[in-house]
């Protein structure tokens, strides 16, 4: 489905954009119908460049990006739009996401304004409450509030909502549960195990080892904006190969043991 060929994004920085910034650097790997592929590691790895680079949030430098065979990588217009009807993203903020002077559901009707302008308004009940009802929420509790009047997970799930309309192949899903508390956490991941089972391909991007292992059929491995470990995530976990997935994988937490001073 997604296929990420040799993709390269340099940044123009400094004053005038006199310098350069490799912050991606000649990536490749596939996201398959009903995979999760867990993009991991530090902090300006270069994750999120990825990822908006694949929802076409960010331009590609060089390389290619490859949707059910075409390449979309420098897409533009209707062609764009086409794509973005498979292909959404939801990031680690959900707050930032809305405008807190609308109410939180005007991000669905968004949708329907941009991509169904023709459909008749109980067709469009119908698609909305079947959309609610894949990220198991109650129209009743969540539609005609304000963003401030719903937790972190409903608006998260709302914003899973927003993508699902869109009948969606792939979803980015960029920390989106970094912000969320452990017991909501669960429950966003155990929804997007759900949305796995149901064919759909989901970039799940994290800094977070744990969170990676949970879902993940396959880990990508990022520093400094390369690839250094590739391979299905149950290997890659239990027997890493590059020192940098080793020390990432010595630095999570253990439950059961306590921090040692020395
Ligand atoms: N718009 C931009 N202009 C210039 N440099 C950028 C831009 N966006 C990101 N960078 C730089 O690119 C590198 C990769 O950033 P990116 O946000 O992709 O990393 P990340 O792995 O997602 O980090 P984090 O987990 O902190 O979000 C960093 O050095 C960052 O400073």
Redesign the pocket.
Known sequence: MLTLEAIS?V???GAFGGRE?T??QEVSFAVGPGEVVSLI????????????MVLRL?SVTKGRIVFDGTDVSRHTGARLKAYRKKVQGVFQDPFSSYNPIFKADRVLHMIRDSFFPGVSASQWRTKLEESLDAVRLDPGQVLGKYPHQLSGGQLQRLLIARALLLDIELLVAD?IISMLDASTRIDVLNLLAELKERGLGILF?T?DLSLGHYLSDRSVI?RR?EVVEIGPTTEVFANPKHDYTKMLLASVPQLHRKWDMA
Do not use: D, F, N
């Open positions: 994004k940044y123009k920085v910034l912050a991606v590691g530090e902090s300006g790895s270069g994750k999120s460049t990825i990822g908006r960010a920390e991007i800094h990022l904006g």
